[in-house]
């Protein structure tokens, strides 16, 4: 039951035969009132732009979605972040979904580091050093974005998108894996045997 405790009111799920039984499945762990107004790269912009590019949708074609995905477009216009075209697709300007992806998780990030007397690092600006690659999972929530997990390392606080089959928890150790794609970065979380490599490789580093 733990992916309907961390829901909010209003959010989406999908019930998939499992069995005997359903297996939960999470689309949007964020209402859709939210999303419409939000400074977030959002469930809906996601699939906004799988409609732009003629991509399989993934999200619901229910009468409140669409609502939805209309009312988005048109914050999304208004805020200068793209434009429709006359057959009503939503377009988003290059770089603008990379941009409130980046807001939203660099204020995440900075509330959780002055809560706790931290400096928050942009790890796609400043990425960790090999010495630097092991962190551990301070706090994981649910953001516009994903399942975010907010990371610490000495005085240091960083968050990273979790994807969505990862197992994490509060207190785990997670390496880092730094993927560049063109002018954009992403950062990976590593786990398991691929942690001990990393945690192997940074220790000889260090030394």
């Not at 069995?19 to 859709?32: D, K, M």
């Not at 995905?69 to 770089?95: C, I, P, T």
């Not at 979904?97 to 807001?103: F, K, P, S, T, W």
């Amino acid at each position: 039951m733990r992916e309907i405790e961390r829901l909010e009111q209003g959010s989406l799920v999908a019930l998939k035969p499992a069995g005997r039984g359903a297996e939960i499945e999470v689309i949007s762990a964020r209402s859709l009132e939210a999303q419409v107004r939000a400074r977030a790269d959002t469930p809906l912009d996601r699939e906004l732009d799988r409609i732009a590019r003629g991509q399989k949708r993934e999200l619901p074609q229910l009468e409140r979605v669409e609502a939805a995905l209309g009312e988005r477009a048109q914050h999304l216009e208004r805020e200068g972040w793209g434009l429709r075209s006359e057959s009503g697709k939503f377009y988003f300007r290059d770089g603008a979904r990379e941009a409130l992806r980046a807001g939203e998780l660099d204020r995440a990030g900075l509330d959780h580091a002055r809560e706790h007397g931290l400096a928050y690092r942009d790890l796609s600006f400043d990425p960790p050093l090999a010495a630097e690659q092991v962190w551990q999972a301070r706090e994981v929530k649910e953001l516009f974005a994903g399942r975010t997990a907010l990371l610490g390392r000495g005085h240091e606080i960083a968050a990273v998108i979790v994807k969505p089959k990862l197992e994490l928890s509060i207190g785990d150790d997670v390496g880092l894996k730094l993927i560049e794609r063109g002018t954009a970065r992403t950062l990976d979380l590593v786990v398991g045997k691929e942690l001990e490599l990393t945690r192997t490789i940074g220790l000889g580093l260090g030394r």
